[in-house]
């Protein structure tokens, strides 16, 4: 199927806490993972990105793990603050192929 | 940075009217995305354009239609407006299209209300 899965649809955490949004797909095709965050009223923004050919990444309190064989990924935040409150969507692109397939969202709520 | 540049950023039209929405990539992306955003939902694809030429297309409606220009803007035109159409019109760019390696960025949207 086209769909991607992402749980949880929403999250409430105290700031400083972990927060972790999973997806899941079943194209194997899919070769390119990024994540977006939308803010109320604002465009998504690519927040990091992950290719099929790496396992995990990281910029600072942001991290994705990837699981090809498994056919999941994963954001994970730590250290989270307020501002870090907004919906967040996995997305997936198979290669050969412009178009992105968003997951369902994950709304973020951190608690100061 | 220059960012995508999407105008009107909101447009109120009547049932059965025509809309265009315009969008203006990132200096030098020649790629660019259309998606459609109902309240609450994720983004839909609708069409991608790469050097002008229809490049992949989702579920846009025959009512609707894109074109690039050769500045590399685009636009979308939408006829015979229902109410359905009301949602959240982003256009995201790239640079050139190369096997999936290009990050697309969005724009902050077009609100269209359809009333």
């Known amino acids: 199927g086209e769909n991607v899965e992402q749980h949880p649809s929403t999250l409430s955490v105290q700031e400083g806490d972990s927060a972790v949004i999973k997806c899941t797909y079943s194209d194997s095709a899919s070769n390119y993972f990024p994540w977006y965050k939308q803010e109320l009223g604002k465009g998504p923004q690519l927040i990091i990105d992950?290719?099929?050919?790496?396992g995990e990444k990281k910029d600072q309190r942001i991290a994705v793990t990837l699981n090809k064989t498994a056919k999941h990924f994963s954001l994970h935040i730590t250290e989270t603050q307020p501002e870090d409150s907004a919906v967040y969507f996995c997305?997936?692109?198979?290669?050969?192929?412009?178009?992105?397939?968003f997951g369902t969202g994950t709304r973020l709520l951190v608690s100061p | 940075a220059a960012g995508v540049i999407q105008s009107p950023r909101h447009l109120i039209k009547e049932k059965r009217e025509t809309a265009t929405l315009k969008c203006y990539p990132i200096p030098r992306h020649d790629t660019v995305y259309w998606y459609q955003q109902g309240p609450g939902q994720d983004p839909q694809f609708l069409i991608s354009?790469?050097?002008?030429?229809?490049?992949d297309k989702g579920s846009i409606p025959d009512r609707f239609s894109a074109q690039q220009f050769s500045d590399y803007h685009s636009e979308l035109n939408m006829s015979s407006l229902e109410l359905g159409d009301s949602a959240l019109y982003f256009c995201?760019?790239?640079?050139?299209?190369?096997?999936?390696?290009?990050?697309?960025?969005f724009g902050q949207g077009t609100r269209l209300t359809v009333v």
């Open positions: 995201a760019s790239s640079l050139a299209f190369d096997r999936g390696k290009t990050e697309a960025f």
């Open positions: 997305a997936r692109r198979n290669t050969g192929f412009q178009k992105l397939v």
């Open positions: 992950i290719r099929s050919n790496v």
């Open positions: 354009f790469y050097e002008k030429m229809q490049s």
